[in-house]
Nanobody
Framework: VQLQASGGGLVQAGGSLRLSCAAS????????MAWFRQAPGKEREFVAS????????YNVGSVQGRFTISRDNAKNTMSLQMNSLRPEDTAVYYCAAGMVVTTQSKQYDYWGQGTQVTVSS
C-alpha cells in the first residue's frame, strides 16, 4: 500500500492542524494505521494508532485529550486532528500501515513520506 501524508504547516502554540494520510494500492481496510513523529535529533516515536474498522484507537499519553486519530475506509484515508498544539509537538509526522497491534515503528510495513509540523511559542 502506498501512503501520502499531508496537512502539516506552521502554527502558533494553542492552535490546531489536521493531518491526512491517503492510501492507494492494497486494501486499506486490511491494515491497522498509525501516526509517528520524529523531532530533530530524536528517535521516531509513536503518536496514535487505529484499528482496521476504526472502532478502537490508542494515543500516547503526551497527546491524550489533544489529538484524535480517525479513518474513513470508504475514502482510503486516515486523519490526525491535533488541537492545543505545543512547541514540543514540532516534528515530522509520518503515517504508517501494519498488520499487528504495536507501538513499535519497526513492525509497521508501509510508510508515508512525512509532513512537517512546526509549533511556535
Amino acid at each position: 500500500v502506498q501512503l501520502q501524508a499531508s496537512g502539516g504547516g506552521l502554527v502558533q502554540a494553542g492552535g490546531s492542524l489536521r493531518l491526512s494520510c491517503a492510501a492507494s494500492g492494497r486494501t486499506f481496510s486490511g491494515y491497522r494505521m498509525a501516526w509517528f513523529r520524529q523531532a530533530p535529533g530524536k528517535e521516531r516515536e509513536f503518536v496514535a494508532s487505529i484499528s482496521r474498522s476504526g472502532g478502537s484507537t490508542y494515543n500516547v499519553g503526551s497527546v491524550q485529550g489533544r489529538f484524535t486519530i480517525s479513518r474513513d475506509n470508504a475514502k482510503n484515508t486516515m486523519s490526525l486532528q491535533m488541537n492545543s498544539l505545543r512547541p514540543e509537538d514540532t516534528a515530522v509526522y509520518y503515517c504508517a500501515a501494519g498488520m499487528v497491534v504495536t507501538t513499535q515503528s519497526k513492525q509497521y510495513d508501509y510508510w508515508g513520506q512525512g509532513t512537517q509540523v512546526t509549533v511556535s511559542s
